[in-house]
């Protein structure tokens, strides 16, 4: 694995376990000397200090943050006391003009702003993108050249659920980047799936409106498995093809850095000499595609909500930074804008890789964390119509209306039209854009004439040709039609493309998509939905339809559409391959009489494999039992250990029972302890792993604790070794394929 160096000091990062809150650690007793504000963590980065109008500053980052030893008002007062309002007499009332209370106070109750109606739960990252110069052929936007280095602004999310919500819930999954480039800012606006649930955004507060909570209890939170959801789907058919997709695996990541990124709609590329080409964007993870299995994203929903913001601030401070490579699948553009028969203009639909290959054009790495959630995770505004010279829209439906939504959207949550002046959201480009005041102006504007054209600023600001990089639309022929409410007759095929994705997938992946149904039509009230709804799956599959109504009670229902013949296409199944293990956690059970010489290699074993190693020990601080070596640190324990947060689990022996582990304490242990048993705890945190799939390896009489729990040493993903790094080497080799998937027979 290749050092990774801090963004803010380009110093290496130390390896080691992530999540010290600080850059450093604190005292016990309360500080009483002066001192001026700590600088952020080595993994952390503020926005770039440019101007409101996108001039490079020269200013320190630190300059935007707090700044002086000592408390002042937001006007630079400094203050003597925060613990007391100012009141007539100790006992007294408090007085109106208290200034200080009212600003604090003030300033507090509107501390937050209305939360996206979609996308609100969010985490996100700074990086940068890498050029490769091979989109050179295609498009004159000078960020593709090669070797050009970019800013980036990643923010990931869910869609349904509120800021509150829970990260593993079962959702698509928001993918925005922010392009900082010289020519200006490019947001390529993406999700996780490749498809939407409508072609048309006149739809979108439908399918939105029918996804959120019911309105008159507002529940379920950040769920689809519900009535109002399953209503609309079963009778809107074209968000078939979505819905499929999020009953996959593709609905619940391992995490963000396994998980793919999608541009969903047709894009225009032009070039120098003005050609144009259609595209569809494409973001792959070095790490691959991987995803949770329901049960284990169920668990982490309640043990850890934060689990895929956590596991994307963790690698990012560990030196594990998450890197895709961007590419383009490439089509002629053609009148009737389509390819092997397929409209590129309907956001349901896709193009299988094994008809257009998909094109490396960039390398996108994630390298420090934000400084400030508010600041930048939650005020990015994102716009799809923020584009640069040689990247244009096409007349996509759905596209179109987010190109009005996302900005009207941006003037209500940021309290109006100058949100491109929030640190975060500045261009790196010189803005001169003859706009002027509204609320939240911070660029103090000169000249007296911004209107165009004008002599009295000296004609400032001029056009620019296409020699200047200016943004020039491509001229694309607008056919003679009628005003009309209709959609092409191509999109009116629903069935076609769910049908190659369920042929697509591996016998496990079936399985799942087969559960999920199941679960959430269960959880529907109505039985009309679901009866609806198998006719939908019956039109994909009749062994779809027969295994979820056979899970529902309920009779398949028959196909009412020809079932097409579809080749499947391999690139749409997550599993099969072999991927980095970067930034993987692997749990290191131990106690005090384990050998802890085999658990210092095995987890400096785990270190120089580019992944994290956590010890899990019955009680916190350190084990150094046999008085040889370095005291080992432990991050977790059994009272706080669950199997959800590892990748894979290795046993140094057979660790006895901690002394809490009876059921007063943690409902988790047994009534009943015997002094010498296997803890209880992790015997289910093992039984959890293995029901997972998750590779599980051990040492120094190992068996002795997989045969407690009713695992085979022969079984698929389990490695027993004479010591932890032969262990370690093997885990790692079953953790390439993510999960030991042969554990699980299959009924289809």
């Known amino acids: 694995m290749t050092t990774k160096h801090s963004p803010a000091t380009g110093e290496p990062v130390e390896k080691g376990v992530p999540g010290k809150p600080g850059p450093v650690s604190p005292a016990v007793d309360e500080p009483t000397q002066p001192s001026v504000p700590l600088p952020p963590k080595a993994d952390q980065e503020g926005p770039e200090t440019v101007s409101p109008t996108g001039q490079a500053t020269g200013a320190e980052r630190a300059r935007m943050a707090q700044g002086g030893a000592h408390l002042t008002t937001a006007q630079g007062a400094r203050l003597y006391d925060t613990d007391h309002s100012l009141k007539a007499g100790p006992r007294g009332p408090v007085l109106l003009q208290d200034h200080h209370l009212r600003e604090k106070i003030t300033h507090f109750d509107h501390e937050r702003i209305p939360e996206r109606v979609v996308h609100a739960r969010g985490a ?17 936007a000078a960020f593709l050249a090669k070797d050009v280095e970019t800013p980036v602004f990643v923010r990931f999310s869910t869609v349904l659920g509120s800021r509150g919500s829970a990260d593993t819930v079962r959702d698509t999954r928001g993918f925005a980047t922010k392009f900082y480039t010289e020519e200006g800012t490019f947001d390529l606006v993406g999700n996780n799936i490749p498809v939407f649930f409508i072609q048309d955004a006149v739809k979108f507060p439908d399918v939105i409106h029918a996804g959120k ?21 079963s009778l809107h058919t074209e968000a078939t093809h979505h819905t499929l997709w999020n009953m996959s695996d593709r609905g619940i990541p391992r995490s963000y850095r396994m998980m793919e990124g999608f541009g969903v709609h047709t894009f225009r590329l032009v070039d120098t000499a003005g050609e144009s080409v259609l595209v569809k ?74 008809l257009a290959p998909v094109q490396p054009i960039g390398l996108m790495t ?74 939240h102006q911070t660029a103090v504007h000169t000249g007296v004439a911004p209107y165009h054209p004008n002599s009295l600023d000296g004609g400032c600001p001029f056009f620019a040709g296409a020699d200047m990089s200016a943004f020039i639309e491509t001229p694309v022929k607008v056919p003679a039609a009628s005003r009309v409410r209709e959609a092409p007759a191509s999109f009116s095929d629903h069935f076609s493309q769910p049908r190659l994705f369920w042929l697509s997938m591996t016998p496990p992946e079936r399985e799942h998509i087969i559960a999920a149904y199941t679960f959430e039509l269960n959880k529907c009230y109505e039985q009309a939905i679901k009866e609806r709804t198998l006719q939908v799956l019956a039109n994909i599959d009749p062994q779809l339809c027969e295994q979820v109504a056979a899970g529902l009670g309920l009779p398949p229902a028959a196909a009412t559409v020809p079932l097409v013949a579809a080749d499947p296409s391999p690139a ?49 601080g350190a084990l150094d039992g046999d008085g040889d070596g370095d005291p080992i640190s432990i991050q977790r324990t059994y009272a706080t250990a669950r199997s959800t947060e590892f990748d894979a689990v290795l046993l140094a022996g057979a660790p006895r029972s901690g002394a809490d582990a009876y059921g007063a304490r943690d409902a988790k242990s047994d009534t009943a302890r015997p002094p010498q048993a296997v803890d209880p705890r992790m015997l289910l945190l093992l039984t959890e792993a293995y029901r997972h799939g998750k590779a599980i390896g051990g040492w120094n009489g190992a068996e002795e604790f997989l045969q407690s729990a009713g695992i085979s040493a022969d079984d698929p993903g389990i490695a027993l070794a004479e010591d932890g790094t032969a262990v370690v080497g093997a885990v790692a080799a079953a953790l390439a394929g993510h999960r030991a998937w042969d554990r699980f027979p299959s009924a289809v």
């Not at 507002?218 to 789907?233: L, M, N, R, Y």
């Not at 940021?414 to 706009?435: E, K, S, T, W, Y």
């Not at 072999?578 to 059970?589: A, K, L, S």
């Open 124 to 140: 996100a990252a700074h990086g940068v993108f890498l050029g490769y110069g091979t989109a050179g052929e295609v498009t004159r």
């Open 213 to 233: 909570p019911h309105p008159d209890r507002e529940i379920p939170q950040a769920q689809s498995a519900h009535d109002t959801f399953w209503d609309f789907v």
């Open 281 to 354: 964007f494409h973001w792959k993870p070095k790490l691959g595609v991987h995803s949770l299995v329901w049960e284990e994203a169920q668990l982490i929903s309640g043990t850890d909500p934060d689990f895929h913001r956590r596991d994307l601030f963790d690698a990012i401070e560990s030196g594990a930074f998450p890197q895709w490579e961007l590419g383009i699948q490439v089509f002629p553009d053609t009148p009737d804008q389509t390819f092997e028969g397929i409209d590129l203009l309907d956001p349901t639909k896709i193009v299988p890789e094994e």
């Open 366 to 439: 994630l390298n420090a964390n934000t400084e400030n959630y508010f600041a930048e995770t939650e005020q990015v505004a994102f716009h799809p119509g923020h584009l640069v010279p040689g990247i244009d829209v096409t007349d996509d439906p759905l596209l179109a209306g987010r190109l009005f939504s996302y900005l009207d959207t941006q003037i209500s949550r940021l309290g109006g039209p100058n949100f491109g002046q929030i640190p975060i959201n500045r261009p790196h480009a010189c803005v001169n854009d003859m706009l002027r005041d509204g609320m």
């Open 572 to 620: 749409l199944s997550q599993m099969g391959g072999t991927w980095p293990t970067d930034g993987r956690v692997i749990g290191i059970i131990a106690d005090a009489e384990s050998d802890l010489d085999g658990v210092r290699t095995a987890r400096q074993a785990v270190l120089d494999a580019g992944m994290l190693p956590l010890v899990v020990a019955p009680v916190g």
